[in-house]
């Protein structure tokens, strides 16, 4: 375990990843270089299921109000050198997006936002990428297994933009819609989100 700088079981428990997880994959985070084929090769194993990165996914950063640009900014300003108009910018290179499906229905509800399963899918992506990166979980369902809203459902309650389709016929194409940020992922966790 020292290998993988978790040498004590204080530091594992605190990663949120299971000890035995940490031993399966050891040889990786072990590694100083760390990349997307890794990365899926791990998430791979770990899930049973088939998973894509896709690298530098588009996000919006905001810019602290006292680093943007201003009219009459001390140094002048010089248009695509060191002026921003608005109060964020895009950016590709700080995060990415983990892509796992396409899956069956139970394994989609098991993916769920606030289940166990995808929190250690967050805790083991976090501790092999580090916290410079943002990323985000996207679940695909098989077209097949979309299932029509029945009133009433007792067994899976119908969770808005998860798990509830308006739909009158077979679908043409998966599923692709749920995606979950960490921070949703484990905020729905703490509210006591049901998989």
Known sequence: MSLTGFGTMGTAQQAGVKQDVLLRFSGLLANR???ATGLTSMLCEFTGLPVKVKQFRRRWVSIPSHEQSQLGQHGGLLLGQNTTAGSSIEDFAGGFRIVIGPVGY???LALSPGSHRLSEIFALTRLF???ALEFDVQVILRKEDIPFCQLGQTDTPARL???SWARVAPADKDSADAIVTEREGSALGRLGAKA
């Open 129 to 131: 990428t580090g916290s």
């Open 106 to 108: 139970t394994d989609y």
């Open 33 to 35: 270089t760390r990349n």
């Open 161 to 163: 933009g998860w798990n």
